[in-house]
T-cell receptor, first 113, second 109 residues
Framework: NAGVTQTPKFQVLKTGQSMTLQCAQDMNHEYMSWYRQDPGMGLRLIHYSVGAGITDQGEVPNGYNVSRSTTEDFPLRLLSAAPSQTSVYFC????????????FGQGTRLTVV | TQLLEQSPQFLSIQEGENLTVYCNSSSVFSSLQWYRQEPGEGPVLLVTVVTGGEVKKLKRLTFQFGDARKDSSLHITAAQPGDTGLYLCARKYGNKLVFGAGTILRVKS
């Protein structure tokens, strides 16, 4: 059982470049989300989705786009990378409702130079 | 704005010592989750507390949910180097799972 799989694990971008961070889960979870983690700031929610075709913004959505065409996949797109987007990115998934456990990928460490 | 306040931000202790970390909010929680994150990994759920005054134990870890359901604590007895990590509390706002800034725990042998 793979759980939540994120790719790539590491990435270096130049300012202005675009890229897509991939996230896939095999647990048939309705809810998927993206967080960024910066020192001293915990996990901040970027975007989330409650099902295929439905996405919404979190706390820090600017500079990021998402789409959810299938239950399994929830890619995060950086349209024009900026040094302020240097961070570790985590994808998570869970069942909807109640106090369900969130399962996380291993993270993508992104550096924008 | 941090909806969940965690303290302390950083804790460095010797093996065998006890410690408590806290998670507070100005509003009432319906429930609260505690996660632990080890370096290079994603967070992993430790426990969910749902009832005011509830106490849950996980080996040497004791989790408490305040009577007013505005705060929670995690107490570790006789800390071990394997307890080193980032401890995060989290709560649901609608469908969104929101985290505190976390407490970094370092246990030295």
């Amino acid at each position: 059982n793979a759980g939540v799989t994120q790719t790539p694990k590491f990435q270096v971008l130049k300012t202005g470049q675009s890229m897509t961070l991939q996230c896939a889960q095999d647990m048939n979870h309705e809810y998927m989300s993206w967080y960024r983690q910066d020192p001293g700031m915990g996990l901040r929610l970027i975007h989330y989705s409650v099902g295929a075709g439905i996405t919404d913004q979190g706390e820090v959505p600017n500079g990021y786009n998402v789409s959810r065409s299938t239950t399994e996949d929830f890619p995060l797109r950086l349209l024009s990378a900026a040094p302020s987007q240097t961070s570790v990115y985590f994808c998570a998934s869970s069942y909807l409702g109640g106090d369900t456990e969130a399962f996380f990928g291993q993270g993508t460490r992104l550096t924008v130079v | 704005t941090q909806l969940l306040e965690q303290s302390p931000q950083f804790l460095s202790i010797q093996e065998g010592e006890n410690l408590t970390v806290y998670c507070n909010s100005s509003s009432v929680f319906s429930s609260l989750q505690w996660y632990r994150q080890e370096p290079g990994e994603g967070p992993v759920l430790l426990v969910t507390v749902v009832t005011g005054g509830e106490v849950k134990k996980l080996k040497r870890l004791t989790f408490q949910f305040g009577d007013a359901r505005k705060d929670s604590s995690l107490h570790i007895t006789a800390a071990q180097p394997g307890d080193t990590g980032l401890y995060l509390c989290a709560r649901k706002y609608g469908n969104k799972l929101v985290f505190g800034a976390g407490t970094i725990l370092r246990v030295k042998s």
